[in-house]
Each structure stands twice: as structure tokens, then as C-alpha cells.
């Protein structure tokens, strides 16, 4: 007899993962991919879609057609603020621009100018003005200075709604991904911001649904249950809220490092929003407050220079063990550090960490404020570096720290997210393995 299970597609900016899971979520298989990126018109690297499409259809096929599994129901979890634009043939229209790419400072003035400028209109979405990171930014811009290609576009579909219009061909959009800085939803009215009325971009939405939507079916006969897809950070924190019966914070940890609190429910100030502070939404439709930082994406640039300086592997820094000595939290700065300073690897690479830590804590504390979140939780790659954990549970004496030893919490929060239309058992009550950390070790 075949082993019923769900197939959930995972896709980072730069891992992608291909996950399957049991009835009781536990993890069968795990595969992952890098990309190599494209350049899109201005020469500026992105996302090559087309290949990224490709990949999806041929680990569907190649899961589906496996002896001993039965695929019960598909889903994704993507980063936001990315745009895949379609015409009205349902062909791409348009390369998936960067995030990153910088944003024209006459547009972003025009912009705000136009719109009540950019404390209100921050406070008001929920969005730190973050040029293209607010992907709503993306669609004007096309619409200002590219109109004959905006004009072809019929829908603008959020990454992770295009990942299953890939095996569906419906269109639809997703509140969490709506939800994510994107400069497009009015936080004090619930619905879109009237900008998005104004300019008409609102006519290059899909239907818009919760995150637990079934928008179709695939496979031979059309039997398998697809969902609509969710914003990664948003679907990272559902196994927890499953799970935990207390409030909580998480921070997880990837290219970004979002630090999520879904019971703080004190409106935005504009200074929490110049500090990179914001609200996301569920996809139950909830606000969830959040802040951001870069971390994951700094780590993986220093270290590269590190092993290049001392003639390490690339990933030389999994081996290095924590040195008590040098773990006590401290307000030092890497990026004023050059590598000679340091007598070896293992010295630098803690430099490195404490840094990032410093900054971890300033982030978190904007989202911890005012709560009574007694319990932290870290999953992605920095909840498998005991440097990181140790550092952050001597920062924060007063809370419990933990180590999710299951870091696919993203795909495993899709997963759940459409539980009820794919497993009929009762949710289980250990789909997270934890490690505690406290007084500078793991307990």
C-alpha cells in the first residue's frame, strides 16, 4: 500500500527545497537547488523563473510517479515581495525582479508625495520604505517607466501563488503574501491601501483568499489538492502556533532574520517603522508584528571572505566549537574589523556572530516590547549554529530560548496550513523537536 503524504515546494532567494511529508509531518525526503540567477533588462540579477518553473513541474512529476508514496496534496512557501506578471495568454510578461534592485529616488519621492508622504503611509501599510522590497513599489515603477509593458500585464501574481499556478493554471493572491511590506494594504481598514484603487493597479490582482485556500487540483485526473501558496516568514510561524500553548516570539533565521510576534498587538510607531519594524498578516488574515534584518545574507558574505583569508572551506565555520571565552555578550562592530586582526579563524568567526547577535537583539527587542512573550524560538540556519544560540540565550537571560531542531518550518507551516483538506488525522502534538539553550550551553 502506498504511504499518503504531501509534496510542499520551499523556495528561498537561494535555496530552493522540494519536501515530502507523512501524515504525522514527519520529513521523508528533502532536496534542494540552487539556481544559477539571469539579468533582467537593466543588467541588474534576478530570478530565472523559467528554470525555477521547470524545476517545479519535474519534481512534481518525479514524486508523483514514486511506487511507495501517494502525493495527497501540494503546497508552497516562497519569499515575498517579488512579482511574477503574466499577460493575457497567461505567458510571462516580465523578468521576476530583484527586491534588491535599487529604486529611483525621483519615483519613490513622487510616490509618497502623492500619497500622504512616508510616515503616514508606512504607519498606515504597515511598510518601512524599502524601495522595491515594498512590491507594490515594483508595479508602479513598471507602470511609470515601462506603460506599454504594464499595459500587457493581466495579472500579478505574489511568488508563491505563481508556484501553484505552475501545476494549476489558476490565478489567485494570497493574504500573507498581500501582507508582507508590500506597500498595498491598508492595516487600519483591513483592504487594499486606496492607492491601489487610484492608480487601477488593484485590476492586475487575482481573487484574493486566506492562506488555507485549496485553488485546484492536479495530476491524471485532477484529484490532488493544490494550495495557493504562503509567504515564507508567515508560514514559519503556524507549526508553532500549533504547537505552543503560550505566547510566544520567533525568529527565523535565513537570507533575512524576521523576528515574529503574533501577540503583540500595539500599532506600529513611525520610529519602530525607521528601525525596519513592520506588520505582516497571517493567513488567517491576522496582523502579526515583525522586524527584519539581514543577517543570514551577511553571514554568508564574511564567511567567504574569512575562508578565503585563513584557507578554509566555505563552510569551515559548521566545525568550530563554542569558546566560553569569547561567547559574553559585548557591543563589538565586524564591518570596522579587518581579518589580520585576528589571531585564526575560530577568533574571527565569533567577532563575526557576536556582531550579528548585537544586531539580533536590538531587532527582536523592537517586536518583544510590551508583551508578555516569555518564550523565543529560532529556527533556519542559525538555530543549527550553537555559536548563534548561545550568544542569544546569554543576551536574553529572561527568556527561553530555543532551537528548533526541524528547520523546514516554512514548508512544514504550508503543509499544516491545509491540513484539513488533505489528512484526516488529528494534528500531532510533536511536530517540533526542541533544544533549550540557557546559561551559555544546550540543555
Not at 58 to 69: A, Y
Not at 142 to 152: F, I, M, R, T, W
Not at 277 to 283: A, E, M, Q, T, V
Not at 336 to 359: G, M, T
Request: proline share 4%.
Amino acid at each position: 500500500m502506498r504511504l499518503p503524504v504531501i509534496l510542499i515546494f520551499d523556495v528561498g532567494k537561494t535555496n530552493k527545497k522540494v519536501l515530502v511529508f507523512d501524515e504525522q509531518y514527519k520529513l521523508l525526503h528533502e532536496e534542494s537547488v540552487q539556481l544559477d540567477e539571469i539579468k533582467d533588462g537593466d543588467g541588474f540579477p534576478c530570478e530565472d523563473v523559467d528554470a525555477l518553473t521547470k524545476w517545479v513541474q519535474q519534481k512534481f512529476s518525479e514524486t508523483v510517479l514514486k511506487n511507495d508514496i501517494e502525493v495527497k496534496g501540494v503546497n508552497f512557501s516562497a519569499y515575498g515581495a517579488s512579482f511574477v506578471h503574466l499577460d493575457e495568454n497567461l505567458n510571462i510578461a516580465t523578468p521576476l525582479y530583484n527586491y534588491l534592485k535599487p529604486y529611483p529616488e525621483d519615483l519613490r519621492r513622487q510616490f509618497y508625495d502623492r500619497n500622504g508622504g512616508e510616515d503616514q503611509f508606512a504607519r498606515v501599510t504597515a511598510s518601512p520604505v524599502l524601495g522595491s522590497l515594498n512590491s507594490g513599489m515594483q508595479l508602479y515603477r513598471l507602470k511609470c517607466e515601462q506603460p506599454g509593458v504594464y499595459e500587457k500585464i493581466k495579472y500579478s501574481l505574489h511568488l508563491p501563488q505563481y508556484l501553484s499556478f505552475i501545476l494549476t493554471r489558476t490565478v489567485s493572491t494570497d493574504i500573507s503574501s498581500v501582507g508582507c511590506h508590500t506597500n498595498l494594504w491598508d492595516f487600519t481598514k483591513n483592504q487594499y491601501h486606496e492607492w491601489v484603487q487610484k492608480e487601477g493597479v488593484y485590476k492586475k490582482f487575482a481573487p484574493l483568499y486566506n492562506g488555507d485556500k485549496i485553488i485546484g487540483g492536479t495530476g491524471d485526473k485532477n484529484e490532488i489538492p493544490v494550495g495557493i501558496g504562503l509567504h515564507d516568514s508567515s508560514a514559519a510561524l503556524i507549526p508553532y502556533l500549533s504547537s505552543v500553548n503560550a505566547p510566544l516570539a520567533l525568529i527565523s533565521t535565513g537570507t533575512w532574520c524576521i523576528s515574529l510576534n503574533p501577540f503583540n498587538h500595539t500599532e506600529l510607531t513611525t520610529e519602530e517603522l525607521r528601525q525596519d519594524c513592520l506588520c505582516y498578516l497571517s493567513y488567517e488574515g491576522r496582523p502579526v508584528k515583525a522586524s527584519r534584518l539581514f543577517a543570514g545574507y551577511e553571514h554568508e558574505q564574511e564567511v567567504k571572505k574569512m575562508a578565503a583569508y585563513f584557507h578554509k572551506a566555505d563552510d569551515y565555520y559548521k566545525t568550530v566549537e563554542v569558546d566560553a571565552h569569547q561567547v559574553a555578550p559585548g557591543d563589538i562592530f565586524f564591518s570596522n574589523s579587518v581579518l589580520s586582526e585576528f589571531n585564526d579563524y575560530e577568533e574571527a568567526y565569533h567577532h563575526l556572530v557576536r556582531d550579528i547577535v548585537n544586531q539580533q537583539i536590538r531587532s527582536t527587542n523592537l517586536v518583544l516590547k510590551g508583551t508578555l512573550v516569555k518564550k523565543i524560538f529560532v529556527d533556519g540556519g542559525f538555530a543549527k549554529n550553537k555559536i548563534y544560540m548561545t550568544m542569544l540565550a546569554n543576551a536574553f537571560p529572561r527568556f527561553e530560548i530555543y532551537a528548533a531542531t526541524v528547520s523546514q518550518a516554512s514548508a512544514l507551516g504550508a503543509a499544516l496550513a491545509i491540513h484539513k483538506k488533505w489528512n484526516n488525522k488529528s494534528l500531532p502534538t510533536d511536530i517540533i523537536e526542541l533544544k533549550r539553550f540557557s546559561n551559555g550551553s544546550s540543555a
